[in-house]
C-alpha cells in the first residue's frame, strides 16, 4: 500500500526549533515530489514547497522562503520540514503529500497530517 | 503569483442534486488544475487533476472540465458523503496555489 505517514503532534513554545517528518512507503520514494501544505485552525490550504528527493531539488512558495526549510533523506524514505524559530502564528495542521505521476502537478497520496501547536 | 478565486463560498443543496462549483486563476493555467475534497478532521482526497481527469477511484458523479483560466467541478447527483469542501490547485508557471475552497454543505 502507497502511504506517506507523519510524525506526531508536537506543542512547542515561541522561539524553539521544530523537524517534523513524513516517511513514504509502497513506492519508489526517490522519483516522486513531495509537497508541504500548510492548514491553519478553521482556514483553508496553503502550498509550502516541494522536494524531489532523488536529486533534493527544493522550491519554496514566496510566503515561505526563508521561514521553513524543507529536505529529505532518501536512505530512510523520509522529508522533513524544519524551523529553526517558531511563532504562535505557526500553530496549524502540516500535511505532507505525493506529486501524482512524479510530477508536482497535483498531488494524489496525503498523510495524516501533523498539528503544531506554538504557544507561551 | 497565479491567484484562485473559488464561487460560490458556500453552496447548500439537498441530495441528488447536481453541484457546480467555479475555479477562476487570475492568468492561464492551461490544464494544470486539479480539485480536492476536505471532509472535517481529515487529510485532502485528490477528485480531479489535468483539468477533467478523474483520480484513482473517484466515483463518475464527479467530472471536471475547464482550460485556461476557468474551471469547474460538476457533482451530478449529490450523495450524503458529498457534503464537504472542495478546494481548487494549480501548477503552471511559478508557485503552486490553491483557491480558498467552496464549502458544500446539506439543505
Known amino acids: 500500500e502507497v502511504q506517506l505517514v507523519q510524525s506526531g503532534a508536537e506543542v512547542k513554545k515561541p522561539g524553539e526549533s521544530l523537524k517534523i517528518s513524513c516517511k513514504g512507503s509502497?513506492?519508489?520514494?526517490?522519483?516522486?515530489?513531495i509537497g508541504w501544505v500548510r492548514q491553519m485552525p478553521g482556514k483553508g490550504l496553503e502550498w509550502m514547497g516541494i522536494?524531489?528527493?532523488?536529486?533534493?531539488?527544493?522550491r519554496y512558495s514566496p510566503s515561505f522562503q526563508g521561514q521553513v526549510t524543507i529536505s529529505a533523506d532518501k536512505s530512510i524514505s523520509t522529508a522533513y520540514l524544519q524551523w529553526s524559530s517558531l511563532k504562535a502564528s505557526d500553530t496549524a495542521m502540516y500535511y505532507c503529500?505525493?506529486?501524482?505521476?512524479?510530477?508536482?502537478?497535483?498531488?494524489?497520496?496525503w498523510g495524516q497530517g501533523t498539528m503544531v501547536t506554538v504557544s507561551s | 503569483e497565479i491567484v484562485l478565486t473559488q464561487s460560490p463560498a458556500t453552496l447548500s443543496l439537498s441530495p441528488g442534486e447536481r453541484a457546480t462549483l467555479s475555479c477562476r486563476a487570475s492568468?492561464?493555467?492551461?490544464?494544470?488544475l486539479a480539485w480536492y475534497q476536505q471532509k472535517p478532521g481529515q487529510a485532502p482526497r485528490l477528485l480531479i487533476y489535468d483539468a477533467s481527469n478523474r483520480a484513482t477511484g473517484i466515483p463518475a458523479r464527479f467530472s471536471g472540465s475547464g482550460s485556461g483560466t476557468d474551471f469547474t467541478l460538476t457533482i451530478s447527483s449529490l450523495e450524503p458523503e458529498d457534503f464537504a469542501v472542495y478546494y481548487c490547485?494549480?501548477?503552471?508557471?511559478?508557485?503552486?496555489?490553491f483557491g480558498q475552497g467552496t464549502r458544500l454543505e446539506i439543505k
Open positions: 509502497g513506492y519508489s520514494f526517490t522519483s516522486y515530489w
Open positions: 522536494i524531489y528527493p532523488g536529486d533534493s531539488d527544493t
Open positions: 503529500a505525493r506529486g501524482l505521476g512524479g510530477s508536482p502537478d497535483a498531488f494524489d497520496i
Open positions: 490547485q494549480q501548477r503552471s508557471n511559478g508557485p503552486i496555489t
Open positions: 492568468q492561464s493555467v492551461s490544464s494544470y
